[in-house]
């Protein structure tokens, strides 16, 4: 079955740009109709969607963090990955993978995300 | 952005319990509403897509209702595992938004 790893540096400092990679394990992750997302959350607190890519390449991302956030697609090493920009304390949290999967009824289609990574903490610090 | 907010924010029940959730999206977002559970130090779990789809493997106590903007998630039984934080989330357009999360502690 498909299985989703985080890597990347655990800590990172203040201003810098926050890079994760998520490695996609037991299926392409360039077909079938999926997106790839990112969604992170502080400790203790609740889940927020940062962004996804779809398997064609386009991306969706949060307005709160779009000028910052860049996802994208490496369909050779099976891997998406995240860059953070200019980061500050408040992007200090775990960071998930997931699969965000379609299922299709007749006309209609809805998304669910089926298949999440572990998480990997990432501190923002000096 | 669509905001999304559930009811309670916390929970204490027995084990047997019938135990109900709900989720109130700020516009209506057909059935584009899903369901997850997270225990700490975990990644949240897909339960229920399309407002009531039980997802492949979760158990069938777990059931979901609702379109437009009212939803529930039921846990008919409450089993020892089911102790966990419950996350809804709209998949209707993006931003996708979660709930703030209803905590299911033991009485």
């Known amino acids: 079955q498909v299985q989703l790893q985080e890597s990347g540096p655990g800590l990172v400092k203040p201003s810098q740009t926050l890079s994760l990679t998520c490695t996609v394990s037991?299926?392409?992750?360039?077909?079938?109709?999926?997106?790839w997302s990112w969604i992170r959350q502080p400790a203790g607190k609740g889940l927020e969607w940062i962004g996804r890519i779809y398997t064609s390449g386009s991306t969706n991302y949060n307005p709160s963090l779009k000028s910052r956030v860049t996802i994208s697609l490496d369909t050779s090493k099976n891997q998406f990955s995240l860059k953070l920009s200019s980061v500050t304390a408040a992007d200090t949290a775990v960071y998930y993978c997931?699969?965000?999967?379609?299922?299709?009824?007749?006309?209609?289609?809805?998304?669910?995300?089926?298949?999440w990574g572990q998480g990997t903490t990432v501190t923002v610090s000096s | 952005d669509i905001q999304m907010t559930q009811s309670p924010s916390s929970l204490s029940a027995s084990v047997g319990d019938r135990v109900t959730i709900t989720c109130r999206a700020s516009?209506?977002?057909?059935?584009?509403l899903n369901w997850y559970q997270q225990k700490a130090g975990k990644a949240p779990k897909l339960l229920i897509y399309?407002?009531?789809s039980l997802q492949s493997g979760v158990p069938s106590r777990f059931s979901g209702s609702g379109s437009g903007t009212d939803f529930t998630l039921t846990i008919s039984s409450l089993q020892p595992e089911d102790f966990a934080t419950y996350y809804c989330?709209?998949?209707?357009?993006?931003?996708?938004?979660f709930g703030q999360g209803t905590r299911l502690e033991i009485k």
């Open positions: 516009q209506s977002i057909s059935s584009h």
């Open positions: 399309a407002a009531s």
């Open positions: 997931a699969r965000d999967l379609r299922y299709s009824y007749g006309d209609y289609y809805y998304y669910g995300m089926d298949v």
């Open positions: 037991g299926g392409s992750i360039s077909s079938g109709s999926f997106y």
């Open positions: 989330q709209h998949s209707y357009t993006t931003p996708i938004t």
